[in-house]
């Protein structure tokens, strides 16, 4: 892989999921969906961010953290990443992510840390004991991001904060210390960039819901999945139309078909605009079934090897590393740390 986007003439995309449980609909929907559709034309680098899974210490064990990184991966190519075409890594893989957030650490303010929404939610009410990791965390993405010179980051609406403060973060290093990085932009998708919980239509899909019936994961057997949307919570309005604030669940359930047949939300919602919701949610199963079962098939069947689950993610740390070890070193001489004799 060779440095920046302007060396190979194609646009260079970074982006990153945590291993902290199974992808679901909302991680497909919001993100890879975009990470497998831009391998077309641009040079992607995606990551496995094992370093930002471990900010939540209630929730680390550590052969757990081992299997759900394999697992990661696994889906990964299962949905459609292509090793051929794309570096596919896991961040604790390549040093210099670590490294790049501590100088980055020292550009960063702790206003800015402070206001940046995910942590709110994340330390609400227990302010004192979040882990250091866990305010820090957008200054370590910021490194995993601008270490590529990645122009583009695909993700869902929720990562859109986090984005914004890498820009901030680079400008101002750019500004401080001459130009070595390039400022990226969130790539979101056109529909469904936040999916939201189906038992809680007003909370965002996520792998820490505490109940799994309002997730549809990549995994679920299709019988799962028609039950998961038959008792998904709309409301008594009775009317199929799109309406985020007052129709939450039927709005959603229209952004996931749109999503999965290729339509807008409004021709979906034009087509079943006379459909009662039983007929809406039927119509829902039937196209997430399908647009799931070779993704689900494929992540199972290299699930079982990971032998090639390894060597694929080795080859990948070490076609990082080309890109990531030469930034590190022009971001550390830029600052004036005195290169090693
Ligand atoms: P993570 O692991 O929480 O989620 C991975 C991706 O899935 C998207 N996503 C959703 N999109 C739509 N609806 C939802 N309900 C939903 N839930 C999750 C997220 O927006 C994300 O794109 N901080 C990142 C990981 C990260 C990263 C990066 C991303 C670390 N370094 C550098 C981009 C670039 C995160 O927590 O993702």
Request: include cysteine.
């Given at each position: 892989?060779?440095?920046?986007?302007?060396?190979?003439?194609?646009?260079?995309?970074f982006?990153?999921?945590?291993?902290?449980?199974?992808?679901?609909?909302?991680n497909?929907?919001?993100?890879?969906?975009?990470?497998?559709?831009l391998?077309?034309?641009?040079?992607?680098?995606?990551?496995?961010?094992?370093?930002?899974a471990?900010?939540?210490p209630?929730?680390?064990?550590p052969?757990?953290?081992?299997?759900?990184?394999?697992?990661?991966?696994?889906?990964?190519?299962?949905?459609?990443?292509?090793p051929?075409?794309?570096?596919?890594?896991?961040?604790?893989?390549?040093?210099?992510?670590?490294e790049?957030?501590?100088?980055?650490?020292?550009?960063?303010?702790?206003?800015e840390?402070g206001?940046?929404?995910?942590?709110?939610?994340?330390?609400?009410?227990?302010?004192?004991?979040?882990?250091?990791?866990?305010?820090d965390?957008?200054?370590?993405?910021?490194a995993?991001i601008?270490?590529?010179?990645?122009?583009?980051?695909?993700v869902?609406?929720?990562?859109?904060?986090?984005?914004?403060?890498?820009?901030?973060?680079?400008?101002?290093?750019?500004?401080?210390?001459?130009?070595?990085?390039?400022?990226?932009?969130?790539?979101?998708?056109?529909?469904?960039?936040?999916?939201?919980?189906?038992?809680?239509?007003?909370?965002?899909?996520?792998k820490?819901?505490?109940?799994?019936?309002?997730?549809?994961?990549?995994?679920?057997?299709?019988?799962?999945?028609?039950?998961?949307?038959?008792?998904a919570?709309?409301?008594?309005?009775?009317?199929?139309?799109?309406?985020r604030?007052?129709?939450p669940?039927?709005?959603?359930?229209?952004?996931?078909?749109?999503?999965?047949?290729s339509?807008?939300?409004?021709?979906?919602?034009?087509?079943?605009?006379?459909?009662g919701?039983?007929?809406?949610?039927?119509?829902?199963?039937?196209?997430?079934?399908?647009?799931?079962?070779?993704?689900?098939?494929?992540?199972?069947?290299?699930?079982?090897?990971?032998?090639?689950?390894?060597?694929?993610?080795?080859d990948?740390?070490?076609?990082?590393?080309?890109?990531a070890?030469?930034?590190?070193?022009?971001?550390?001489?830029?600052?004036?740390?005195?290169?090693?004799?």
């Amino acid at each position: 892989m060779t440095d920046g986007a302007a060396s190979t003439g194609r646009a260079r995309v970074f982006s990153g999921m945590q291993p902290s449980g199974a992808v679901h609909l909302g991680n497909l929907l919001g993100a890879l969906t975009g990470w497998v559709t831009l391998q077309k034309d641009a040079d992607c680098v995606y990551s496995i961010v094992d370093l930002h899974a471990i900010t939540a210490p209630d929730d680390h064990d550590p052969a757990l953290l081992r299997q759900r990184t394999l697992d990661l991966a696994a889906a990964l190519l299962g949905v459609g990443v292509d090793p051929s075409r794309s570096t596919l890594f896991v961040q604790s893989h390549v040093r210099e992510h670590a490294e790049l957030a501590w100088l980055f650490n020292c550009v960063a303010t702790f206003g800015e840390l402070g206001r940046m929404p995910q942590f709110k939610d994340k330390s609400a009410g227990r302010d004192a004991s979040v882990s250091v990791g866990l305010f820090d965390y957008p200054v370590l993405q910021t490194a995993d991001i601008l270490l590529y010179h990645a122009t583009k980051v695909p993700v869902g609406e929720d990562q859109r904060h986090h984005i914004e403060l890498a820009r901030d973060i680079g400008q101002r290093f750019n500004h401080r210390f001459g130009e070595v990085f390039t400022l990226p932009t969130a790539i979101l998708p056109p529909v469904a960039a936040r999916v939201m919980d189906l038992q809680e239509p007003t909370r965002k899909m996520s792998k820490s819901a505490s109940s799994e019936k309002g997730v549809v994961f990549v995994l679920d057997e299709p019988d799962a999945i028609a039950a998961k949307f038959r008792s998904a919570v709309t409301d008594s309005d009775g009317k199929v139309r799109v309406d985020r604030a007052a129709k939450p669940g039927v709005t959603n359930l229209l952004e996931i078909l749109a999503a999965t047949t290729s339509r807008t939300v409004e021709q979906a919602a034009d087509e079943h605009a006379g459909s009662g919701y039983g007929a809406l949610k039927t119509a829902v199963a039937e196209a997430v079934i399908p647009f799931l079962e070779p993704m689900r098939a494929r992540s199972l069947e290299l699930a079982a090897d990971q032998a090639e689950l390894e060597r694929i993610l080795a080859d990948g740390a070490a076609r990082a590393r080309e890109v990531a070890a030469p930034t590190l070193e022009r971001a550390r001489l830029a600052m004036g740390l005195l290169p090693p004799a």
